[in-house]
């Protein structure tokens, strides 16, 4: 009987791992070099036909032992590479080495976080972080010195100590969406009605439909954000409960609804807030931009997005929760997982984390970050990629080539070449990606096709903006 492979974790772990880590490192060096910029040339049918030319059959009779190596060089050789400075297209970071690193422990020791049994340490590891990344947002009571218990009156000022919030780990920005209706819904009732700006993600209104709830009131963003009047008419105009959903960083602009009044109609009608900040919401470690949140706190659900501003490897995101005895509802029951006597006798019941069962520990990841980096460390990498992008619109607005859009609130800066069709800017994007020169998004605001760069790689340089400019007017016609 041959012997079956190694294990990554267990006392033969390290030492099967470290020559397939130089495997790896090797490959993806490979790739990139053979890959030579942000995104492989020739399209998709030519990037297709390459790996398939690299991966061959799938699943051959017999096993290939250079398999690892092939297959991440080829990946490498395809990929499109946040790291790389041209790379700009999309809310698409590169994840910090560190963070990167504990995805690896996370991977070896592969625990589940569906059951206290099968992850002791890693279920402890995620109720420190939840807690204090809810604290983030929701922050409790200031300043004193033993800590009180919540729901206790405070001595010195007679004002009732606030419960702690909460936070659910989710796979990023959509999940956390969804849960935050689902929230709703369970809170307020089947009927609870979103309501939210043309300009929220579509994720909110896919997950409308998802749960069941009625049709959306959709209300206008004529400068991008929410605007606040055609809110408060929308909300005189909706019966029964509603959901108001804003968003701190929209996907297209990098726009920030203005928070604090929406925050003051919700008190004034009634309705629950939700506040989509799966791009902006790590503003928060910044002490210059922190304060475009202001207004945050008043959320009785906040998503976050780690994989994004965050610089986290994909995926991992938050869904912060002003009143934990909200997440009541997610509560669930099965015998193999979370039983009655178990419970009593103190073990952890993880299923009401979760819409998922099975669920790896992304939390590591992010406790390393923050401790490696610390708020200090966090908030200069938001601030560095900010102010990059407010130089790249400097240069994009001194050039008489190209036309800005407006200038940036986060890092996500929007332009065109002057006097372009839309066809034409579109045309200009998907040269850049055909050749591999360059990786911009686009978007469309104004009525307009603009070209979008989202700046999101904090070793990105002067020298680097300016070579995007000039990559993008070598593809504009005349």
């Not at 610089?311 to 995101?317: E, L, N, R, T, Y």
């Not at 006597?341 to 992304?362: H, K, M, V, Y």
């Not at 998907?430 to 998004?441: C, E, H």
Request: hydrophobic share 45%; net charge negative.
């Amino acid at each position: 009987m041959s012997t079956p492979p190694p294990l990554a974790s267990g006392p033969q772990g390290p030492g099967a791992l470290r020559p397939l880590l130089g495997t790896v490192l090797d490959a993806l060096d490979e790739g990139r070099r053979v890959r030579g910029g942000p995104m492989p040339a020739g399209g998709p049918d030519a990037v297709a036909a390459r790996l398939a030319d690299a991966v061959g059959d799938v699943l051959p009779d017999h096993g290939d032992p250079d398999a690892l190596h092939t297959l991440v060089r080829a990946l490498a050789e395809g990929a499109a590479d946040p790291a790389e400075p041209l790379c700009v297209a999309h809310l698409h970071c590169p994840p910090l080495a560190v963070a990167t690193a504990a995805d690896l422990a996370a991977s070896v020791l592969n625990p589940s976080l569906d059951s206290w049994d099968q992850a002791p340490a890693a279920s402890a590891l995620e109720a420190l972080v939840t807690r204090a990344l809810a604290a983030e947002v929701h922050p409790g009571r200031q300043g004193g010195d033993a800590p009180a218990t919540p729901g206790d009156t405070d001595s010195t000022s007679g004002d009732t100590v606030p419960t702690p919030g909460d936070a659910l780990v989710t796979t990023g920005g959509t999940e956390a969406n969804q849960l935050a209706l689902l929230l709703a819904r369970e809170t307020c009732g089947g009927g609870v009605r979103l309501v939210c700006g043309v300009n929220a993600h579509h994720s909110l209104t896919r997950a409308a439909w998802l749960l069941g709830l009625p049709d959306p009131v959709v209300v206008p963003a004529p400068a991008g954000t929410l605007d606040p009047a055609a809110l408060d008419d929308a909300l005189k105009s909706v019966t029964g409960p509603h959901l108001v959903a804003a968003t701190a960083g929209t996907t297209d602009a990098g726009l920030i609804d203005p928070l604090g009044e929406i925050a003051a109609l919700c008190r004034t009608h009634g309705a629950r807030l939700h506040v989509d900040a799966a791009y902006g919401g790590p503003l928060l470690f910044s002490d210059r931009r922190r304060p475009l949140l202001d207004g945050l706190a008043a959320a009785h659900t906040v998503t976050l997005d780690l994989h994004k501003l965050g610089w986290q490897p994909v995926a991992v995101g938050l869904l912060a929760v002003r009143d934990p005895g909200d997440l009541a509802a997610l509560h669930q029951q099965a015998d193999y997982l979370n039983a009655d006597d178990d419970t009593e006798a103190g073990l952890p019941d993880l299923l009401g984390r979760s819409l998922r069962t099975t669920r790896r520990p992304d939390i590591l990841k992010v406790a390393v970050t923050l401790r490696t980096l610390g708020r200090a460390g966090l908030g200069a990498l938001v601030d560095q990629v900010c102010d990059r992008a407010q130089e790249f619109a400097d240069l994009v607005a001194a050039h008489p080539a190209f036309e800005l859009y407006d200038r940036p609130v986060i890092s996500t800066v929007l332009f065109r070449p002057a006097h372009a069709t839309d066809e034409a800017v579109a045309a200009v994007r998907r040269g850049l990606l055909t050749d591999g020169r360059a990786v911009l998004g686009r978007a469309r605001a104004e009525g307009r096709v603009w070209l979008k760069a989202t700046l999101l790689n904090p070793h990105t340089r002067s020298e680097d903006l300016a070579a995007l400019l000039r990559t993008v007017e070598g593809h504009t016609a005349p």
